[in-house]
């Protein structure tokens, strides 16, 4: 009896060891970025422009989507400035590129997740090929100017595929532009902000500054939206 007694206990113990171990293990691979980072690199990089006149960011291209465009380099701030770059960071093996918003004015920390970077990418790989055996792309139609739906029928998909918005948690689709450069299409997202927002915003306006300015990321590998009779549409330059 005391044997059975024995074994159950032990079982018991290694149900619930396993169950902490699993728990740990999701909270370290789930993509969530925390203010508590944001702020402490934000310290970093004023101090480091106050010594040095400059901001620690990483080259970038005029042809950089703004987004993208001012990556922190961590390789300036530490050690002196902080002590290691934030666990979460692409640096140290994470998910998330640290970057610059309103470099020139109020530097703010932002983030972006690498692996919705990685699926357009993958997406878009997907589409050359396509294109370069068939000499042309997988249209799907036409949404507005130079703005195009998918068809992942053609590039073998048996339903299209999604990433999870990091804004409200839900699904968003991939569109097309006419150069066959793949997007996130944040339209869901940028419309439920501009329901919720009280700003007053003019026609030509990009709304994506709605998601950024009550939210720790940035919309990465988006296109411009803005507002015409107070509906949200694409912003085509």
């Known amino acids: 009896m005391r044997w059975c007694l024995s074994i159950i206990c032990s079982l018991f113990i290694v149900n619930i060891l396993s169950g902490c171990m699993g728990q740990e293990t999701n909270a370290s691979q789930s993509h969530m970025a925390y203010q508590s980072q944001l702020d402490e690199v934000r310290s970093a ?5 106050k010594d040095t006149g400059v901001l620690p ?39 998330f590129e640290y970057v610059l918003i309103h470099p020139e004015t109020d530097p703010q920390v932002k983030v972006f997740d690498l692996t919705l970077v990685n699926k357009v990418q993958e997406i878009e790989q997907q589409i050359q090929d396509y294109r370069y055996n068939k000499g042309y792309s997988p249209l799907g139609g036409v949404i507005t100017e130079k703005r195009y ?21 839900k699904p968003l689709s991939f569109i097309m532009d006419n150069h066959s450069h793949v997007y996130i299409n944040y339209l869901p997202d940028i419309e439920q902000a ?16 709605l998601l950024v300015e009550h939210s720790l990321y940035v919309p990465v590998k988006s296109v411009p939206y803005t507002v015409k009779n107070n509906r949200v549409i694409f912003l085509v330059k």
């Open 149 to 169: 739906k998918i068809d992942f029928k053609d590039l073998g998909y048996k339903t299209p595929p999604k990433v999870i918005s990091p804004y409200s948690g």
């Open 194 to 209: 501009y329901k919720k927002s009280k700003q007053h915003v003019r026609e030509g306006e990009d709304l994506r500054k």
């Open 57 to 95: 960011i990483l080259n970038s291209t005029q042809n950089t989507p703004i987004y993208e465009k001012y990556r922190i380099d961590f390789k300036r701030l530490v050690p002196q400035y902080m002590s290691e770059p934030p666990s979460n960071a692409y640096s140290k093996g994470g998910y």
């Open 45 to 49: 990089v004023l101090n480091y422009r």
